[in-house]
């Protein structure tokens, strides 16, 4: 399934889950069945063993819709399909772009890299969905994209097998991790995080998509399952990154294991992969391909992940901000 969380006209701003079925609408599942009124994804992901049977068969035509249950694309705004996570942790798991990034600022690869995997907490109260961005000036000084996918915990867990945390995960999506390079090379100098960098927007979508979508796409290795997903970016309809889900040096299991290490991890906290290799314009600049371009207001930026679809951003100034 694709589950979404959605705005229509009138209805409620904080948004209603639904399953989008590309080229025919999104089920509205608060409507389709008493099953779902009043819940959030947070809830829908919290109790998915008991509901997503139900949902699974309206989304498969098993069960009828009631009249006004499936709405048109164009009657719906999406948010992000859980606008309130439990956590946020962002990986570092691709290679190509942690090597290339040291490189470009003069710095050989770090060998704890291989050694186990590593991430940051962001700000879970700044995520965000599809469509404006809106920034203030400050974040606007090289304003950047980065390239990510992003995995849900669906299951609680505790000290993981691989297996186990493979089977924790729920589902992927896209995620653009937008970064404030000024702030973030300032704050970076003093060893402790990203900070006001990153803690801004982090930005997921426009579906969150359930592991049985993506049984053709995941393969099992001896480092846990392997997505095979092409990853792509557009600013202002010009490509500018390339790259796959199945590069990831740390798998999601890797990572989920090493969160889990010594601590809970509950349904509904997210995974972020970390950058693809070529995935942001930190990378691009430092190597030449693109030259010191950043994100300015009126650029649109889309990335777009194979059966994971296409999170598309336009960037506006915000003075209040």
């Not at 025919?24 to 099953?35: F, K, M, P, Q, Y």
């Not at 990034?101 to 003069?106: C, F, I, T």
């Not at 995960?169 to 973030?184: C, E, K, P, T």
């Not at 693809?276 to 300015?296: R, Y």
């Amino acid at each position: 399934m694709k589950l979404v969380t959605f705005v229509r006209a009138g209805g409620d701003p904080s948004g209603a889950i639904g399953v989008a079925l590309p080229g025919a609408g999104v089920i509205d599942l608060g409507r389709a069945s008493e099953t779902f009124r009043g819940l959030t994804m947070l809830d829908l992901v919290r109790r998915n063993e008991e509901l997503f049977p139900e949902a699974r068969a309206l989304a498969a035509g098993e069960a009828s819709l009631p009249t006004g249950t499936l709405l048109r694309e164009d009657e719906v705004g999406l948010l992000a399909p859980l606008p309130n996570p439990v956590s946020v942790r962002d990986g570092y798991a691709f290679r190509q772009h942690v090597e290339t990034a040291r490189r470009n600022r003069g710095l050989p690869m770090i060998p704890e890299f291989d050694l186990f995997p590593v991430f940051y907490f962001t700000n879970a109260l700044a995520v965000v969905g599809p469509g404006e961005l809106r920034v203030g000036r400050r974040r606007l000084e090289k304003l950047d994209y980065e390239l990510e996918c992003f995995a849900v915990i669906g299951k609680t867990v505790t000290n993981p097998s691989l297996e186990e945390a493979d089977d924790a995960i729920l589902g992927y999506g896209v995620m653009n991790d937008f970064s404030a390079r000024a702030l973030q090379m300032e704050e970076m100098k003093l060893n402790l995080g990203p900070a006001k960098g990153k803690d801004f927007a982090t930005a997921i979508g426009p579906w969150l998509v359930t592991k049985d979508e993506l049984v053709d796409r995941i393969s099992p290795s001896p480092k846990g399952n392997v997505l095979d997903a092409r990853m792509t970016a557009h600013v202002n309809g010009t490509q500018v990154s390339d790259g796959n889900v199945a590069q990831m040096s740390w798998t999601f299991a890797e990572i989920v294991r090493r969160a889990a290490d010594g601590v809970t991890l509950e349904p509904g906290e997210v995974i972020g992969s970390g950058t693809v290799g070529t995935g942001c314009f930190l990378e691009l600049n430092g190597s030449g391909v693109t030259k010191d371009q950043w994100l300015e207001p009126g650029d649109a930026v889309s990335l777009t992940i194979d059966g994971l679809g296409t999170l598309t951003h336009t960037i506006v100034e915000d003075p209040d901000k």
